[in-house]
Protein backbone atom coordinates (compact mmCIF):
# COMPACT_ATOMS: atom_id res chain seq x y z
CA UNK A 1 0.00 0.00 0.00
CA UNK A 2 0.97 3.81 -0.77
CA UNK A 3 2.92 5.00 2.21
CA UNK A 4 0.85 8.35 2.54
CA UNK A 5 2.44 9.75 5.83
CA UNK A 6 4.11 7.49 8.43
CA UNK A 7 5.78 8.74 12.02
CA UNK A 8 9.39 7.89 11.72
CA UNK A 9 11.56 8.28 14.80
CA UNK A 10 11.88 12.03 16.12
CA UNK A 11 9.44 12.86 12.80
CA UNK A 12 6.51 12.93 10.11
CA UNK A 13 7.55 11.27 6.45
CA UNK A 14 5.22 12.23 4.18
CA UNK A 15 5.44 11.77 0.61
CA UNK A 16 5.70 14.85 -1.94
CA UNK A 17 2.19 14.95 -3.36
CA UNK A 18 3.20 18.72 -5.26
CA UNK A 19 5.68 16.53 -7.29
CA UNK A 20 3.85 12.92 -8.16
CA UNK A 21 4.10 11.60 -10.84
CA UNK A 22 7.39 13.31 -11.83
CA UNK A 23 9.26 12.44 -8.54
CA UNK A 24 8.66 9.99 -5.66
CA UNK A 25 10.38 12.59 -2.67
CA UNK A 26 9.17 12.38 0.44
CA UNK A 27 9.35 15.66 2.85
CA UNK A 28 10.63 15.06 6.66
CA UNK A 29 9.29 17.56 8.75
CA UNK A 30 10.64 17.60 12.37
CA UNK A 31 8.36 20.05 14.34
CA UNK A 32 4.76 21.08 14.19
CA UNK A 33 5.26 24.52 12.59
CA UNK A 34 6.63 22.33 8.98
CA UNK A 35 3.69 19.85 9.51
CA UNK A 36 1.52 23.32 9.35
CA UNK A 37 3.62 24.42 6.23
CA UNK A 38 2.96 21.04 4.28
CA UNK A 39 -0.40 20.78 4.87
CA UNK A 40 -0.97 24.60 3.73
CA UNK A 41 1.24 23.87 0.48
CA UNK A 42 -0.42 20.73 -0.23
CA UNK A 43 2.85 18.65 -0.03
CA UNK A 44 0.20 16.40 1.65
CA UNK A 45 -3.93 16.85 0.75
CA UNK A 46 -7.01 15.15 1.27
CA UNK A 47 -8.93 15.61 4.05
CA UNK A 48 -8.49 12.26 6.08
CA UNK A 49 -4.77 12.63 5.18
CA UNK A 50 -4.70 16.62 6.18
CA UNK A 51 -6.28 15.01 9.48
CA UNK A 52 -3.80 12.41 10.22
CA UNK A 53 -1.29 14.99 9.49
CA UNK A 54 -2.56 17.52 11.99
CA UNK A 55 -2.47 15.11 14.75
CA UNK A 56 1.09 13.66 13.68
CA UNK A 57 2.13 16.82 13.82
CA UNK A 58 0.65 17.87 17.36
CA UNK A 59 2.19 14.73 19.09
CA UNK A 60 5.56 15.47 16.60
CA UNK A 61 5.18 18.97 18.30
CA UNK A 62 4.46 18.00 21.54
CA UNK A 63 7.59 15.00 22.03
CA UNK A 64 9.44 17.99 21.27
CA UNK A 65 8.71 20.31 24.47
CA UNK A 66 10.80 21.42 27.09
CA UNK A 67 7.99 22.24 29.15
CA UNK A 68 8.19 19.94 32.72
CA UNK A 69 4.49 21.08 34.22
CA UNK A 70 1.39 20.45 32.28
CA UNK A 71 0.17 24.31 32.82
CA UNK A 72 2.66 25.14 30.19
CA UNK A 73 2.68 21.78 28.69
CA UNK A 74 -0.79 22.66 27.61
CA UNK A 75 -0.68 26.21 26.88
CA UNK A 76 2.35 24.91 24.32
CA UNK A 77 -0.35 22.32 22.80
CA UNK A 78 -3.19 25.20 22.00
CA UNK A 79 -0.78 27.41 20.40
CA UNK A 80 -0.35 24.18 18.01
CA UNK A 81 -3.37 23.38 17.52
CA UNK A 82 -4.44 26.96 16.86
CA UNK A 83 -1.57 26.58 14.03
CA UNK A 84 -2.95 23.70 12.17
CA UNK A 85 -6.53 25.27 12.59
CA UNK A 86 -5.21 27.76 10.27
CA UNK A 87 -3.94 25.98 7.62
CA UNK A 88 -7.10 24.77 5.17
CA UNK A 89 -10.46 25.83 6.61
CA UNK A 90 -12.80 23.18 4.27
CA UNK A 91 -11.90 19.82 5.22
CA UNK A 92 -13.63 19.04 8.61
CA UNK A 93 -11.47 16.12 8.90
CA UNK A 94 -8.56 18.90 10.14
CA UNK A 95 -10.82 19.78 13.19
CA UNK A 96 -11.92 16.78 14.27
CA UNK A 97 -8.62 15.40 14.51
CA UNK A 98 -7.62 18.64 16.31
CA UNK A 99 -10.29 17.98 18.78
CA UNK A 100 -9.24 14.59 19.05
CA UNK A 101 -5.72 15.53 20.43
CA UNK A 102 -7.14 17.89 22.41
CA UNK A 103 -9.60 15.24 24.38
CA UNK A 104 -6.77 12.79 24.73
CA UNK A 105 -4.40 15.83 26.37
CA UNK A 106 -7.40 16.72 28.49
CA UNK A 107 -8.10 13.23 29.54
CA UNK A 108 -3.78 13.19 30.48
CA UNK A 109 -4.58 16.53 32.25
CA UNK A 110 -7.20 15.48 34.13
CA UNK A 111 -5.86 11.92 35.50
CA UNK A 112 -3.10 13.65 36.54
CA UNK A 113 -0.56 11.91 34.64
CA UNK A 114 3.16 13.47 33.79
CA UNK A 115 4.24 15.14 31.15
CA UNK A 116 5.78 12.12 29.71
CA UNK A 117 2.72 9.87 30.44
CA UNK A 118 0.74 12.38 28.13
CA UNK A 119 3.04 12.46 25.31
CA UNK A 120 2.90 9.16 25.10
CA UNK A 121 -1.24 9.06 25.28
CA UNK A 122 -1.17 12.06 22.13
CA UNK A 123 1.38 9.56 20.04
CA UNK A 124 -1.13 6.68 20.88
CA UNK A 125 -4.15 8.89 19.80
CA UNK A 126 -2.68 10.06 16.56
CA UNK A 127 -1.35 6.02 15.28
CA UNK A 128 -4.68 5.19 16.29
CA UNK A 129 -6.66 8.32 14.15
CA UNK A 130 -4.43 7.08 11.01
CA UNK A 131 -4.91 3.10 11.79
CA UNK A 132 -8.46 3.62 12.24
CA UNK A 133 -8.57 5.98 8.95
CA UNK A 134 -7.10 2.72 7.03
CA UNK A 135 -9.56 0.78 8.25
CA UNK A 136 -12.32 3.03 7.78
CA UNK A 137 -11.59 3.34 3.97
CA UNK A 138 -11.55 -0.22 3.98
CA UNK A 139 -14.72 -0.99 5.19
CA UNK A 140 -16.18 1.85 2.90
CA UNK A 141 -14.69 0.09 0.23
CA UNK A 142 -16.69 -3.25 1.03
CA UNK A 143 -19.75 -1.42 1.41
CA UNK A 144 -19.31 0.90 -1.43
CA UNK A 145 -18.76 -1.81 -4.28
CA UNK A 146 -22.11 -3.22 -3.91
CA UNK A 147 -23.34 -0.20 -5.78
CA UNK A 148 -20.43 -0.85 -8.78
CA UNK A 149 -22.17 -3.03 -11.37
CA UNK A 150 -20.52 -6.22 -12.56
CA UNK A 151 -18.79 -4.68 -15.56
CA UNK A 152 -18.09 -0.49 -14.82
CA UNK A 153 -17.36 2.32 -15.62
CA UNK A 154 -16.70 5.16 -13.00
CA UNK A 155 -16.06 8.63 -13.30
CA UNK A 156 -14.42 10.19 -10.09
CA UNK A 157 -12.90 13.77 -9.75
CA UNK A 158 -9.72 14.88 -7.84
CA UNK A 159 -7.97 12.47 -5.93
CA UNK A 160 -10.21 10.49 -3.01
CA UNK A 161 -7.47 7.88 -3.05
CA UNK A 162 -4.46 6.41 -0.67
CA UNK A 163 -2.80 9.57 -0.65
CA UNK A 164 -5.95 11.59 0.28
CA UNK A 165 -6.20 9.22 3.14
CA UNK A 166 -4.18 7.47 5.71
CA UNK A 167 -4.33 4.53 2.84
CA UNK A 168 -6.28 2.67 0.41
CA UNK A 169 -8.77 5.93 0.10
CA UNK A 170 -12.98 6.59 -0.24
CA UNK A 171 -13.54 7.01 -3.67
CA UNK A 172 -10.91 4.82 -4.75
CA UNK A 173 -11.68 2.63 -1.93
CA UNK A 174 -14.81 1.69 -3.46
CA UNK A 175 -13.23 1.27 -6.63
CA UNK A 176 -10.73 -1.07 -5.04
CA UNK A 177 -13.12 -3.06 -2.94
CA UNK A 178 -15.15 -3.59 -6.41
CA UNK A 179 -11.95 -4.62 -8.29
CA UNK A 180 -11.29 -6.63 -4.76
CA UNK A 181 -14.82 -8.57 -4.80
CA UNK A 182 -14.03 -9.34 -8.76
CA UNK A 183 -15.74 -6.97 -10.51
CA UNK A 184 -14.26 -5.46 -13.92
CA UNK A 185 -13.61 -1.55 -13.45
CA UNK A 186 -12.39 0.93 -15.87
CA UNK A 187 -12.00 4.42 -14.48
CA UNK A 188 -12.36 7.79 -16.02
CA UNK A 189 -10.22 10.59 -14.28
CA UNK A 190 -10.95 13.92 -14.32
CA UNK A 191 -7.94 16.20 -14.74
CA UNK A 192 -8.72 18.71 -11.65
CA UNK A 193 -7.66 21.65 -12.64
CA UNK A 194 -6.21 23.77 -11.23
CA UNK A 195 -3.70 21.71 -9.02
CA UNK A 196 -4.45 18.46 -11.12
CA UNK A 197 -4.80 16.10 -8.51
CA UNK A 198 -6.88 13.61 -11.41
CA UNK A 199 -4.41 13.49 -13.82
CA UNK A 200 -1.02 13.56 -11.80
CA UNK A 201 -2.40 11.63 -8.47
CA UNK A 202 -5.66 9.19 -9.02
CA UNK A 203 -4.07 7.68 -12.62
CA UNK A 204 -0.91 7.51 -11.09
CA UNK A 205 -2.53 5.42 -7.89
CA UNK A 206 -4.71 3.55 -10.33
CA UNK A 207 -2.48 2.58 -12.83
CA UNK A 208 0.45 1.35 -10.16
CA UNK A 209 -2.97 -1.09 -8.96
CA UNK A 210 -2.98 -1.91 -12.64
CA UNK A 211 -6.69 -0.86 -12.70
CA UNK A 212 -7.63 0.67 -16.19
CA UNK A 213 -7.57 4.55 -15.87
CA UNK A 214 -8.05 7.02 -19.19
CA UNK A 215 -7.56 10.70 -18.15
CA UNK A 216 -9.80 13.21 -19.33
CA UNK A 217 -9.93 17.26 -18.99
CA UNK A 218 -12.77 18.52 -16.53
CA UNK A 219 -14.42 19.91 -19.43
CA UNK A 220 -15.00 16.41 -21.41
CA UNK A 221 -17.24 14.69 -18.94
CA UNK A 222 -20.56 16.00 -20.35
CA UNK A 223 -19.75 14.86 -23.50
CA UNK A 224 -18.76 11.49 -21.93
CA UNK A 225 -21.82 10.85 -20.29
CA UNK A 226 -23.78 11.83 -23.36
CA UNK A 227 -22.01 8.97 -25.57
CA UNK A 228 -23.21 6.26 -22.16
CA UNK A 229 -19.76 5.72 -21.17
CA UNK A 230 -20.36 6.14 -17.26
CA UNK A 231 -22.12 4.03 -14.94
CA UNK A 232 -21.15 5.25 -12.43
CA UNK A 233 -19.95 8.68 -10.42
CA UNK A 234 -17.86 8.50 -6.85
CA UNK A 235 -16.09 11.02 -5.59
CA UNK A 236 -14.55 11.96 -2.20
CA UNK A 237 -15.67 14.61 0.19
CA UNK A 238 -14.01 17.36 2.52
CA UNK A 239 -17.22 18.00 4.41
CA UNK A 240 -20.78 17.05 4.90
CA UNK A 241 -23.02 18.71 6.04
CA UNK A 242 -25.90 18.08 8.23
CA UNK A 243 -29.05 17.80 5.10
CA UNK A 244 -26.31 15.61 3.03
CA UNK A 245 -25.14 18.79 1.08
CA UNK A 246 -21.06 18.26 0.37
CA UNK A 247 -18.66 20.60 -0.57
CA UNK A 248 -15.96 18.61 -2.30
CA UNK A 249 -12.86 19.63 -5.36
CA UNK A 250 -14.37 22.62 -7.36
CA UNK A 251 -15.92 21.02 -10.18
CA UNK A 252 -17.97 18.50 -7.99
CA UNK A 253 -21.11 20.23 -8.59
CA UNK A 254 -20.83 20.47 -12.12
CA UNK A 255 -20.43 16.29 -12.65
CA UNK A 256 -22.87 15.66 -10.01
CA UNK A 257 -25.34 18.38 -12.29
CA UNK A 258 -24.23 16.29 -15.56
CA UNK A 259 -24.68 13.28 -13.54
CA UNK A 260 -28.31 14.02 -12.71
CA UNK A 261 -29.01 15.16 -16.32
CA UNK A 262 -27.69 11.52 -17.75
CA UNK A 263 -29.30 9.47 -14.92
CA UNK A 264 -26.09 8.02 -13.82
CA UNK A 265 -25.90 7.59 -10.26
CA UNK A 266 -23.89 9.74 -8.17
CA UNK A 267 -22.23 8.62 -4.65
CA UNK A 268 -20.28 10.39 -2.43
CA UNK A 269 -17.91 8.12 -0.38
CA UNK A 270 -16.06 9.37 2.87
CA UNK A 271 -15.82 8.76 6.55
CA UNK A 272 -17.68 9.47 9.77
CA UNK A 273 -14.90 12.04 10.34
CA UNK A 274 -16.30 13.85 7.29
CA UNK A 275 -19.43 14.21 8.31
CA UNK A 276 -20.54 17.44 10.16
CA UNK A 277 -23.34 17.61 11.87
CA UNK A 278 -22.62 21.05 13.61
CA UNK A 279 -22.94 22.84 9.88
CA UNK A 280 -26.11 23.06 8.97
CA UNK A 281 -26.31 23.09 5.29
CA UNK A 282 -23.85 24.00 2.17
CA UNK A 283 -24.41 27.57 2.90
CA UNK A 284 -22.31 27.32 6.07
CA UNK A 285 -19.11 25.44 4.72
CA UNK A 286 -16.14 27.50 4.62
CA UNK A 287 -15.30 27.58 1.23
CA UNK A 288 -11.29 28.04 0.83
CA UNK A 289 -10.01 30.35 -1.97
CA UNK A 290 -6.74 29.85 -2.79
CA UNK A 291 -3.32 31.33 -4.92
CA UNK A 292 -4.24 33.18 -7.79
CA UNK A 293 -0.72 31.65 -9.43
CA UNK A 294 -2.63 28.15 -9.05
CA UNK A 295 -4.80 29.19 -11.97
CA UNK A 296 -2.66 31.20 -14.29
CA UNK A 297 0.25 28.97 -13.97
CA UNK A 298 0.61 25.14 -15.10
CA UNK A 299 3.85 23.45 -14.01
CA UNK A 300 5.56 26.53 -13.87
CA UNK A 301 4.21 28.57 -16.97
CA UNK A 302 2.19 31.81 -17.25
CA UNK A 303 -1.11 30.10 -19.30
CA UNK A 304 -3.25 33.68 -18.52
CA UNK A 305 -1.60 37.29 -18.89
CA UNK A 306 -1.00 39.30 -15.99
CA UNK A 307 -3.57 42.05 -14.89
CA UNK A 308 -6.20 39.16 -15.60
CA UNK A 309 -8.36 39.01 -12.36
CA UNK A 310 -8.39 35.32 -11.08
CA UNK A 311 -11.43 33.64 -8.99
CA UNK A 312 -9.75 30.57 -7.18
CA UNK A 313 -11.76 28.28 -4.93
CA UNK A 314 -10.74 25.21 -3.77
CA UNK A 315 -14.14 23.30 -3.26
CA UNK A 316 -17.58 23.44 -4.51
CA UNK A 317 -20.96 22.57 -2.71
CA UNK A 318 -23.01 19.69 -3.89
CA UNK A 319 -26.44 19.70 -2.47
CA UNK A 320 -27.81 16.74 -1.37
CA UNK A 321 -30.53 16.14 -3.55
CA UNK A 322 -27.75 15.31 -6.39
CA UNK A 323 -26.64 12.83 -4.38
CA UNK A 324 -27.82 8.87 -4.80
CA UNK A 325 -25.99 7.73 -1.44
CA UNK A 326 -23.44 8.64 0.93
CA UNK A 327 -20.63 5.63 1.27
CA UNK A 328 -18.96 5.87 4.71
CA UNK A 329 -17.22 3.07 7.25
CA UNK A 330 -20.98 2.35 8.51
CA UNK A 331 -22.93 1.39 5.68
CA UNK A 332 -24.23 3.45 2.56
CA UNK A 333 -26.56 6.60 3.83
CA UNK A 334 -29.53 7.62 1.61
CA UNK A 335 -31.89 10.90 1.37
CA UNK A 336 -33.59 11.98 3.45
CA UNK A 337 -29.94 13.14 4.99
CA UNK A 338 -31.14 15.09 7.64
CA UNK A 339 -32.10 11.46 9.29
CA UNK A 340 -29.92 9.37 8.37
CA UNK A 341 -26.66 10.87 8.82
CA UNK A 342 -27.41 11.77 12.70
CA UNK A 343 -28.23 7.69 13.00
CA UNK A 344 -24.78 7.04 10.70
CA UNK A 345 -23.51 8.42 14.29
CA UNK A 346 -25.83 6.00 17.00
CA UNK A 347 -24.20 3.11 18.59
CA UNK A 348 -24.17 0.32 18.19
CA UNK A 349 -23.65 0.58 14.54
CA UNK A 350 -27.03 1.21 12.00
CA UNK A 351 -27.51 -1.79 9.96
CA UNK A 352 -25.91 -1.01 6.43
CA UNK A 353 -28.26 -0.55 3.17
O1 LIG B 1 -7.42 20.43 -2.21
P1 LIG B 1 -7.36 18.96 -1.91
O2 LIG B 1 -6.50 18.20 -2.86
O3 LIG B 1 -7.02 18.70 -0.48
O4 LIG B 1 -8.85 18.47 -2.15
C1 LIG B 1 -9.11 17.10 -1.98
C2 LIG B 1 -10.50 16.72 -2.30
O5 LIG B 1 -11.32 17.52 -2.67
C3 LIG B 1 -10.85 15.29 -2.05
O6 LIG B 1 -11.81 14.85 -2.95
C4 LIG B 1 -11.41 15.15 -0.63
O7 LIG B 1 -10.53 15.74 0.29
C5 LIG B 1 -11.65 13.74 -0.26
S1 LIG B 1 -10.15 12.86 -0.02
C6 LIG B 1 -10.51 11.29 0.49
Known amino acids: ?108 VQAGESVDQIKDRLDREADRIHDEDVAGCRA ?13 RILTHCNAGALATAGYGTALGVIRGAVEQGKRVAVFADETRPFLQGARLTAWELVRDGIETTVITDNMSGALMRQKKVDLVVVGADRIAANGDTAN ?35 HIPIEERNAREVTHIGGSQMAPAGALVWNPAFDVTPHEYIAGIITERGIFRAPYVDSLKSAFEEPAPVAK
Open 140 to 152: MGAFGAEVVPADA
Open 249 to 283: KIGTYGVAVLAREHKIPFYVAAPLSTIDLKTRDGD
Open 1 to 108: MLPTIAREGDAVVMIDQRRLPAQELYVRCKTAPEVARAIKTMVIRGAPAIGVAAAFGLALGMRRSAATGTQRFAAEFQKHCDLMASTRPTAVNLFWAIERMKRSLAAG
